[in-house]
């Protein structure tokens, strides 16, 4: 019997093929929620990021073992591999609702895009794990996402090479400054801040006010559930031929006895889809000028996820992505905190977007 190493050796274990099964069994002890008995699935996060096999004797089933352990990581990666997963993914997209609503109930500017790989997406892969080829995952629902600051990084790179005019009259207002860039941003309270605001800052975190920070917030994008059962997470292989020439300083060069080593590494399918939030800093009168009500960050970042793809493997034809503008939330009440606050549930049903599709009053761009 093989284990998982640290704590996780109490939920996992290998059997390895018996004379009636051609493969091993891995078994995976479900854990109780703490308001009952039900069974939880597995965390996508737990399984990619600290599963580690720790067997005894030979290793005759290594690669029948981790082809197992693959397979159910991606079936817990998946945004709708278990009903489980897909219950929080559901809550989290209605508090979310709720957030934007309050948020453009008090005047902030709130854009919502519905963003599904065309093929396939994978980010993320430099992360140290233990299956070698990482995947940005969320920590607490363990499924993938797009993090803000991805998405922030291609619609910059997009803005920066396709539409350089535009880029320097608002790229740095729209993104913030680069590092080691000046933040310039003319005259104003923005560019000096008073002594008051830099010890508020110091104790509280990033002020919205700073220079370095942009007018536009991307927020992680979480994903939605499959429909029709279609798998959202699968386990893809690479096979590099001549690994250890370009890796090692004085390896011998590739010949025809060198064998290959396969690679798995998983990625996201067309069957998923992410809600990405576009979030204007408050009271902040030019973010229509900067393109949340116009062509630029709201162009910039949709042409970026068609033409130049996000994450890694772009010229394989990974990241690539059709992006649909949804409608402009509607917020419950104008300028009013309780308006949006009374009733959060109505806030809900009209801004949490569907598998179906958009949920969405329409409004004015």
């Not at 350089?164 to 933040?183: L, T």
């Not at 949709?302 to 690539?320: F, H, Q, W």
Request: charged share 20%; with cysteine.
């Amino acid at each position: 019997m093989t284990a998982l190493a640290g704590p996780l050796h109490a939920f996992a274990s290998y059997e390895p093929p018996a004379e009636n099964r051609k493969t091993g069994i891995l078994r995976i002890r479900p854990t109780a929620a703490p308001n009952g008995p039900t069974a939880q699935a597995p965390n996508g996060s737990l399984l990619l990021r600290r599963a580690v096999w720790v067997h005894d004797g030979g290793d005759r089933h290594a690669e029948d073992r981790d082809a197992q352990l693959r397979e159910r990581t991606a079936t817990a990666l998946d945004p709708g591999g278990s009903d489980h997963v897909a219950g929080l993914l559901r809550a989290a997209h209605a508090r979310r609702g709720v957030a934007m609503a309050r948020l453009a109930a008090r005047g902030r500017t709130v854009r919502t895009l519905r963003v599904t790989p065309m093929w396939r997406l994978v980010i993320g892969v430099g992360e140290e794990i233990p299956h070698e080829v990482g995947l940005t995952v969320h920590g607490t629902y363990g499924v993938p996402i797009l993090p803000g600051s991805a998405l922030k990084g291609v619609a910059r790179r997009y803005a920066r090479a396709e539409d350089p005019q535009r880029y320097a009259e608002y790229g740095q207002a729209s993104f913030g400054a680069e590092p080691g860039e000046r933040a310039d941003r003319g005259p104003g309270p923005d560019t000096a801040p008073d002594a008051a605001t830099s010890a508020t800052s110091a104790t509280s975190g990033p002020s919205e006010g700073k220079p370095d920070d942009g007018r536009v917030v991307f927020v992680d994008a979480l994903p939605l559930p499959p429909r029709g059962g279609r798998a959202g997470v699968t386990v893809d292989v690479i096979t590099p031929h001549a690994k250890d020439y370009y890796t090692e300083a004085g390896a011998a060069p590739p010949a025809e006895y060198t064998q290959p080593v396969p690679v798995a590494f998983f990625s996201v399918t067309s069957a998923v889809a992410f809600v990405v939030h576009l979030v204007g800093r408050s009271g902040d009168p030019d973010l229509s000028e900067l393109g949340l009500d116009s062509d630029a960050v709201l162009g910039w970042l949709p042409a970026a996820l068609r033409d130049l793809g996000i994450g890694a493997k772009t010229n394989a034809g990974y990241g690539y992505c059709d992006v649909a503008i949804e409608p402009v939330l509607e917020p419950a009440s104008t300028g009013d905190d309780q308006g949006a606050d009374a009733n959060p549930a109505a806030a809900a049903g009209r801004s949490t977007p569907t598998e179906d599709g958009p949920a969405l009053r329409e409004g004015t761009r």
